[in-house]
């Protein structure tokens, strides 16, 4: 059951990445290519995420965390870049749209979390 609720809230916030950013939408099924979007941003954040990290730790101190928010623009990039390989139409016109969306899709994942712990 938590599988399902986090992966319906990591839906929720790709929808409103996509409503709030310029640069992010989705062509034909909505519905679809969120769904799909959310696993394989799932996938990315679980797998690549933390090598990532790993590999960019001195710029993570150096910039006092700051560089996490790169780290997570380029895995929401990833991610679109995977989803559109696999031809769900879930597009990112480019780095300032992934930075941008994955700063939404961050907020809203955790205010929704914080929500559904409280129920």
């Known amino acids: ?10 839906v929720l916030a790709l929808m ?5 950013v310029p640069g992010i939408r989705v062509e034909g099924q909505a519905w679809v ?14 797998v690549i995420r933390p090598l990532l990290k790993l590999l960019t730790c001195p710029l993570i101190i150096l910039t006092l965390g700051l560089f996490v928010l790169v780290i997570n623009a380029v895995t929401l990039l990833l991610a679109a870049r995977l989803t559109q390989a696999l031809g769900v139409p879930f597009v990112v016109d480019g780095f ?22 409280e129920e």
Not at 1 to 10: A, H, Q
Not at 16 to 20: C, G, I, P, S
Not at 33 to 46: D, E, I, K, P, Q
């Open 96 to 117: 300032g749209a992934a930075f941008w969306g994955a700063l939404i899709v961050s907020l809203v994942t955790v205010v929704l979390t914080a929500v559904a712990r």
């Open 1 to 10: 059951m938590n599988f399902l609720v986090r992966w319906f809230i990591g």
């Open 33 to 46: 290519a969120y769904a799909v979007m959310a696993v394989v941003l799932g996938l990315v954040n679980t």
């Open 16 to 20: 409103a990445a996509a409503w709030v």
